[in-house]
């Protein structure tokens, strides 16, 4: 492939170019763990580093003005509560002051260790999100963007390295069946398991009371978070409940329903992201570019047209204009006849004459 073809959600990228979460990873790869300073932990969760040495785990780099890095927070929360359990902390750092750093991690639900940056070194990075996985021997094992999708198996096969007895539990938990995981961690007779086991309940605990302290349509995404993740642990039989009750308030049922519409239209994406693909193996890259923006101009226009009070339709509205001239070009180009071939040169007269 020459492209990647992707939309981040709503804000799509409409150039058609690779995405920062396909660069090839950092070539910090293979270097001494990172030297890690922090000023304050901002959350419940916090550690010394010197606790680290000898066990994998996890840092980021992030910001709360990056666009990008808002993006990885769910998917890193989601991670850390998978392979924590098995000895393995994610650790997300930001430069900025301690209160502005705080009410956001609050607000996003960061459910790893998060905390002010006091002049981490060690590693070199060019842009964030950027993070790090290191082994338990110290090494960084891999380094680029946390949504590149080597990251989640680089992380995986670190926490799998430093406790192997648990690998039926880590495997389960990596499908993110983590019921699975705790049964598994509670047949195990070693107090190590039972640690990992009691993480987890403790871990849903700490989900379950953030959620509690939202209200509306933030308290009814992290719940639904919660209960998706943790289903059949106990300590998870009164979601349905809450759920519903929620549901029933037409206020969140509006935002529900908005934010259902905003996931129908990515699947969309996503699907006319694979048949581009499949297009560009079969015929040409121009061919399979053209099919990809009329495809979207068509997703956008649909949405417009069936959600006209929805957050995203004005900036939906405002891309179209340039998806229509975007495809006006390539339909000329398509169109245009072949450019004549270049007459042959020439022979050379012969010697002599």
Same mark, same amino acid.
């Given at each position: ?5 992707? =939309? ?19 070539? !910090? ?9 922090? @000023? ?7 550690? !010394?580093?010197?606790?680290?040495? #000898?066990?994998?785990? =996890? ?38 002051? =301690? ?9 996003? #639900? ?27 021997? #110290?090494? =960084? ?8 999708? @080597? ?7 670190? %926490?799998? *390295? ?6 039926? %539990?880590?495997?389960?938990?990596? /499908?993110? +069946? ?11 007779? +070693? *107090?190590?398991? /039972? ?18 302290? $939202? ?30 009750? $929620?549901?029933? +308030? ?23 992201? +694979? ?29 417009? #047209? ?7 339709? /004005? ?9 229509? *001239? ?6 000329? *180009? ?16 012969? /010697?002599?004459?």
């Amino acid at each position: 492939m020459n492209r990647t073809w992707i =939309v981040l959600g709503l804000g799509c990228v409409l150039g058609l170019s690779a995405a920062s979460a396909q660069e090839p990873p950092n070539p !910090n790869i293979g270097r001494d763990a990172p030297s890690i300073k922090v @000023e304050q932990w901002v959350t419940a969760k916090s550690l !010394n580093p010197a606790q680290l040495a #000898g066990r994998p785990y =996890v840092i980021e780099f992030w910001a709360t003005w990056c666009g990008p890095c808002r993006r990885t927070i769910p998917h890193l929360s989601d991670l850390a509560q998978r392979v924590e359990p098995f000895g393995m902390p994610v650790i997300g750092l930001s430069k900025e002051p =301690v209160d502005k750093v705080k009410p956001f991690a609050h607000s996003m #639900g960061m459910a790893y260790y998060v905390g002010v940056d006091g002049g981490t070194t060690g590693l070199s990075y060019r842009g964030i999100p950027f993070a790090a996985v290191v082994d338990r021997s #110290g090494k =960084v094992a891999w380094a680029g963007h946390p949504m590149h999708p @080597e990251f989640e198996a680089a992380l995986f096969r670190a %926490a799998g *390295e430093h406790y192997p007895e648990a690998s039926v %539990a880590l495997q389960a938990a990596r /499908k993110r +069946d983590l019921k699975a995981a705790y049964d598994a961690l509670a047949q195990m007779p +070693d *107090e190590r398991a /039972k640690a990992a086991a009691g993480m987890i309940t403790d871990n849903l605990a700490g989900r379950l009371a953030h959620a509690e302290s $939202l209200a509306g349509f933030a308290k009814y995404n992290a719940l639904g978070t919660v209960g998706d993740l943790y289903r059949g642990i106990p300590g998870t039989e009164k979601i349905a409940g809450q759920l519903e009750t $929620l549901r029933a +308030d037409p206020g969140v049922l509006a935002e529900i329903r908005a934010q259902e519409a905003v996931e129908a239209f990515e699947k969309q994406i996503a699907a006319l992201q +694979d048949q581009a693909q499949k297009k560009e193996a079969a015929t040409s890259e121009a061919e399979a570019q053209r099919f990809y923006v009329a495809g979207l101009l068509k997703i956008f226009e649909d949405f417009i #047209g069936t959600h006209p009070e929805h957050p995203q339709t /004005k900036s939906l509205t405002a891309a179209l204009p340039k998806l229509k *001239e975007q495809l006006a070009a390539m339909e000329k *180009e398509a169109a245009a006849p072949p450019a004549p071939a270049p007459a042959p040169a020439p022979a050379p007269a012969p /010697k002599g004459e």
